[in-house]
């Protein structure tokens, strides 16, 4: 991918800056001209009104140059500001298209660093290169030219200093440039860091972790500074290596200027432009070592971008038209499906097997790394099995639109994500014209009306960002409303309910199958959890073990059939409990 192919939409802006940046060049070597003819001719024959006229044209000559320098910045800022917007778009994208395989193995700290930072550098650089990639090489070899014009013997110090120039400024970037990328690495590992500490700051003071995150820190923070300071001092050799290589040449411009003089075949004055196209070239070879080090820069955290850009997603938003129903008497049905997450070397989902019919409540339960989770991420796609199939009313999960599919299901994550904004538009991410009678309705069934109608402005209270103004049980039900309210096909409650007591959780399942019931038995729903109580009225319940299917049936069936589910059930419930439902 092309990263240059931004800046199309920005042609005309990316061609009239530096255009304006050369006139202005062009003035900038027209001046020691004019400062050689005040000595050489105002000076020498005492002429003033010479001297005032050339020094009307050199002001006129900065005062244009000036508004020529000012049209050229604006131009450059409108194209690379233009131009990291457009990025910045297509990134923000990029990664809302990455399945979640992508997202796992590339990692949040990155992406956030790539479209935040790294953008930031680009544009700094594009900017800069907009307006002096051109206009510092113009100058330098335009200097060297006009020195020619001026006295060929003096100017040939010109052809010496040039290419020596050249070669440190090459030399230290093409050192710089890998380190550059290492420091965009480095940043990523201290956002990581940032990140974590933001997310789970109640768990670090809960367990008092707070020295230890420092340490961790500052150790990631000072790995960062060590490679961004040896980056720089490899950077900091070019000041001194060209001041001294231009210093060297104006030493010898003046001696060998100084004896053409002597000799009368140059006039002091062309001297003095020779001395003047010397310092321009050590003032824009400065601006040009800067340049050249903010380019390395960009053109690491390009490419940085241009891998996320190019990045192939697993499972692509494909126009594909949305298939009939095959089989409706089967909401769901896995076949033989198993799944491996990445790289891992070990399977998470063996062999499942199993239907669920519509209207029908489907209790998924496990020990911690059972595969629950993956089991249920699988039915809106949100990976893709790596064999097997995964079956909606018959029809293969790969062969719907992404959107299609996802619109069928509701899922409530295991962490309760909410939004900034009121409660009324965190609802009506489920259905975005959903009126506030469905609003209402889906908080009653979600056991969150009572204390929603409690608080001041209703469905109008503010929500802080990821609902920190609210408790975690009020969270957990404002996130399953948010699934109701487009009342869904298939609803997955993935372990959205540990925050609430038994009472509510109790009301909340059977609110559900009321809500079933309503729909006329066309809302099938999955229960994950690790509550035995929680699943124990499904209608049928799918027991996990390492990743395997060890039984699928009723809680009574279970408990006389499956030694884990037993296993999990004595483990909550007392003994006689169990035996009673055995029987």
């Given at each position: ?5 931004y800046?199309?939409?920005?042609k ?70 233009g ?14 298209q990455?399945?979640?395989n ?37 100058i ?10 001026v ?41 990581l ?34 490679t ?10 070019m ?19 100084g004896?053409?003089?002597?000799t ?5 004055g ?19 070592a ?39 008497s ?14 891992a ?13 519509p ?13 629950k989770?993956?089991?249920v991420?699988?039915?809106p ?12 009313d ?9 959107d ?16 900034a904004?009121t ?17 209402q ?14 608080m001041?402005d209703?469905?109008d ?19 399953i409303?948010?699934a ?13 309910a ?63 059939s499956?030694e ?12 006689e409990e ?6």
């Open positions: 991918m092309n990263m240059f192919s800046l199309k939409a920005y005309k802006e990316s061609i009239l800056g530096p255009l304006f940046k050369l006139l202005e060049a062009s003035i900038d070597l027209i001046v020691p001209l004019v400062v050689a003819a005040i000595i050489d001719v105002g000076v020498a024959n005492n002429d003033r009104g010479y001297i005032f006229r050339m020094g009307g044209l050199m002001i006129a000559l900065g005062v244009i140059g000036l508004a020529l320098a000012a049209i050229a910045q604006y131009f450059a800022a409108k194209a690379a500001t131009y990291a917007t457009a990025v910045r778009l297509d990134l923000f994208r990029k990664i809302n990455l399945s979640y992508e997202l796992d193995r590339i990692g949040t700290s990155t992406l956030i660093t790539r479209i935040t930072s790294d953008i930031n550098q680009v544009q700094s650089g594009l900017n800069l290169g907009l307006r002096l990639l051109l206009r510092s090489p113009f330098v070899f335009g200097s060297m030219i006009m020195a020619f014009h006295n060929r013997a003096a100017a040939m110090i010109f052809v010496v200093v040039i290419p020596a120039l050249a070669i440190v400024v090459y030399g230290v970037m093409f050192i710089t440039m890998p380190y550059y990328k290492k420091i965009q690495q480095k940043l990523d590992l201290v956002t860091k940032v990140r974590e500490n933001l997310v789970g700051v109640r768990v670090i003071r809960a367990f008092n972790r707070q020295e230890e995150e420092k340490k961790q820190f500052d150790e990631a923070s000072t790995d960062l500074v060590r961004q300071v040896f980056a720089g001092r490899i950077s900091g050799i000041n001194p290596l060209t001041y001294v290589i231009i210093n060297a040449g104006l030493i010898a411009v003046v001696w060998i200027g004896k053409e003089v002597d009368g075949i140059i006039s002091q062309e001297v003095i432009a020779l001395v003047n196209y010397m310092s321009q070239i050590l003032v824009e070879l400065v601006k040009l800067n340049l050249i080090v903010s380019i390395s820069k960009a053109m690491a955290c390009a490419g940085r971008i241009r891998g996320i850009l190019e990045t192939k997603t697993s499972i692509k938003r494909e126009a594909i038209p949305v298939p009939e129903p095959v089989d409706e089967v909401k769901v049905a896995f076949e033989q499906v198993s799944f491996t997450y990445g790289k070397k070990k399977e998470s989902l063996l062999g499942i097997d199993f239907r669920a019919k209207g029908q409540t489907i209790g998924v339960i496990g020990g911690t790394g059972s595969g989770s993956s089991l991420n699988l039915i796609r949100f990976y893709d099995v790596t064999s097997g199939a995964v079956l909606v018959g029809v293969n999960v790969k062969d719907y639109p992404l299609a599919l996802r619109a069928k299901v509701g899922i409530v994550p295991q962490r309760a994500v909410l939004f904004g409660i009324r538009e965190n609802m009506q991410w489920g259905k975005k014209d959903a009126t506030d009678e469905e609003i309705e889906a908080l009653a069934t979600a056991q969150a009306k009572e204390f929603v109608d409690q001041e209703g469905l209270t503010k929500i802080l960002q990821g609902g920190k103004n609210l408790s975690g049980g009020q969270r957990q039900r404002l996130t409303a948010r109701l309210v487009r009342k869904p096909e298939i609803l997955i409650l993935d372990d959205s540990s925050a609430l007591d038994f009472a509510t959780d109790a009301r909340l399942r059977l609110a559900l199958r009321d809500m079933a019931k309503n729909l006329n038995d066309k809302m099938t729903v999955f229960l994950v959890s690790q509550r035995a109580s929680t699943i124990r009225d499904a209608d049928q319940i799918l027991v996990l073990d390492d990743g395997a299917l060890v039984g699928v049936g009723t809680h009574k069936e279970l408990l006389k499956c884990v589910y037993r296993e999990i059930c004595l483990s909550q419930l007392t003994k169990v035996e009673r439902d055995a029987k």
